[in-house]
């Protein structure tokens, strides 16, 4: 009872949040936008010890053993808790501009070979600004971002659905020829995702698309995974990707989170792009 009652005090305290903090970001100077940060994670924090027991804590202590290595795109919008309702021991995590290994290798790698994660998984997500950013001009960013951006291999003429798949599709072919020799030997299963809280695929705000195990990229086959996995021999298949044209070519790509989406991203991208519904 007393745990009950301190967690919903804990709760009634998060949730009284002064008018003036509810101001728009930015409005508010440096000290009052750090100081209600740092007391709006120091609340989340307390409700989080009040709701896990001290055997949930002592399992963390003894070490990890991650289920899979993930690699997701920095976007705050996208979070493990979208697709892992708890993701702490699960998901060895990854973020990057773009959901990439060409500029996370070495923690792919040690997510890979000393972690032994059995699944290496790249994900996705709509609207994404990596993407509007790559298909538009970013020749103004600064050399790091652009260093990033340049590693993304698509072509310039996707609209940003499509993109973000292309991407995924690319992230796993480079994945599958790094790591050959775990795939043919069937010690990692590679796959390619796409969170989609956007509903741009249409089935559903929130919905997490499998749209690739192993190079495989068919729904129907997709959807037996059992068979899919004990069937497959993995021969590393280069990543098909058009040269990208300059970044001059275009006007700049959208920012994340404000990226206007293109004419036809309204719709599922063509079936060679589109997100599988799973």
Do not use: W
Request: hydrophobic content about 40%; some cysteine.
């Amino acid at each position: 009872m007393d745990r009950l009652f301190k967690l919903l005090f804990i709760v009634c305290l998060a949730t009284a949040i002064p008018a003036q903090a509810l101001d728009a970001h930015g409005s508010k100077d440096q000290s009052t936008e750090v100081s209600k940060f740092l007391g709006d994670l120091k609340s989340d924090n307390s409700v989080y010890m009040v709701t896990h027991k001290i055997e949930f804590f002592a399992g963390l202590a003894k070490g990890q053993t991650p289920k899979a290595t993930i690699v997701t795109c920095s976007d705050s919008r996208v979070q493990a808790n979208m697709f892992d309702r708890a993701p702490e021991g699960d998901l060895f995590t990854i973020r990057n501009i773009g959901n990439q290994l060409a500029t996370a290798e070495g923690s792919v790698e040690y997510g890979v070979h000393h972690l032994h994660t059995p699944i290496l998984m790249f994900i996705g997500h709509s609207r994404c600004g990596a993407i509007a950013a790559v298909g538009g001009n970013y020749s103004k960013e600064s050399a790091a971002i652009k260093k990033e951006l340049d590693t993304i291999g698509i072509p310039k003429d996707l609209g940003n659905l499509e993109g973000v798949t292309a991407n995924v599709h690319n992230q796993v072919s480079l994945a599958m020829i790094k790591f050959s020799e775990e795939v043919s030997d069937g010690h990692l299963t590679v796959i390619g995702a796409v969170m989609d809280f956007a509903d741009d695929v249409h089935q559903g705000a929130g919905k997490f698309h499998v749209i690739n195990i192993n190079g495989e990229k068919d729904p129907d086959k997709l959807a037996n995974v059992s068979a899919l996995i004990a069937k497959h021999k993995a021969k590393p298949v280069a990543p098909k990707v058009e040269k990208k044209a300059d970044s001059h070519d275009k006007p700049a790509g959208a920012e994340a989170g404000h990226a206007k989406p293109d004419a036809h991203d309204d719709h599922a991208a063509p079936a060679e792009h589109a997100p599988a519904h799973h």
